[in-house]
């Protein structure tokens, strides 16, 4: 699997994904190789951006306890990856959808990527730079789970099912960050 295939992944259907599942990836693989690495950037990132702009940044980012968050918000989301997992894994089968433990927590490996990568964004010290990065994960972490739902479900594309197993995945990833989010911004 190589960069130009993961970044087809928001968009394309079987293809990408079913490369992706013949890997055979087990569920310790991806903790340790692509979810304890990749949560590790928001952290670093948010501590760097917190005490190298501080109130440049935005106002009252220069006083905040930036060991404390930090460290908090990476277990907070290695947490977020057991729990979306079993979450993923619930609600598929729930809705006549059949996704393996396996596939289930591949998705939730998958999924955050590009809300990880939009971390990177706060290398730049303005903020507007920061909430279009923010956004812009948001959208394409949603068209992950889509497409991942669909794909790994072995559904066609507006199958409705899917559809709505997907909004539930979202609406509970979405829920997920905004805590993640308002932890960082209430300590």
């Known amino acids: 699997?190589?960069?130009?295939?993961?970044?087809?992944?928001?968009?394309?259907?079987?293809?990408?994904?079913?490369?992706?599942?013949?890997?055979?990836?087990?569920?310790?693989?991806?903790?340790?190789?692509?979810?304890?690495?990749?949560?590790?950037?928001?952290?670093?990132?948010?501590?760097?951006?917190?005490?190298?702009?501080?109130?440049?940044?935005?106002?009252?980012?220069?006083?905040?306890?930036?060991?404390?968050?930090?460290?908090?918000?990476?277990?907070?989301?290695?947490?977020?990856?057991?729990?979306?997992?079993?979450?993923i894994h619930a609600v598929m089968n729930s809705q006549q959808l059949t996704m393996s433990y396996r596939d289930a927590y591949l998705l939730a490996a998958i999924a955050p990527l590009p809300l990880w990568l939009s971390s990177l964004a706060l290398l730049v010290p303005a903020l507007a730079v920061s909430v279009v990065a923010v956004f812009a994960g948001l959208f394409l972490s949603c068209a992950l789970v889509y497409q991942g739902v669909r794909s790994l479900c072995g559904r066609t594309d507006n199958d409705v099912e899917v559809m709505s197993a997907t909004y539930t995945v979202m609406a509970a990833s979405l829920l997920a960050w905004g805590v993640l989010m308002a932890m960082v911004w209430g300590f």
């Not at 009252?60 to 997992?85: N, S, Y």
């Open 1 to 87: 699997m190589n960069i130009t295939q993961l970044a087809r992944l928001p968009f394309s259907g079987n293809g990408a994904w079913s490369e992706l599942r013949r890997l055979d990836l087990s569920i310790p693989f991806l903790a340790w190789v692509v979810v304890v690495p990749l949560s590790f950037l928001p952290p670093v990132l948010l501590y760097y951006a917190g005490t190298h702009y501080g109130d440049g940044f935005v106002q009252g980012f220069g006083d905040k306890e930036w060991r404390f968050i930090t460290t908090i918000l990476f277990l907070a989301e290695l947490l977020t990856f057991f729990v979306m997992g079993w979450l």
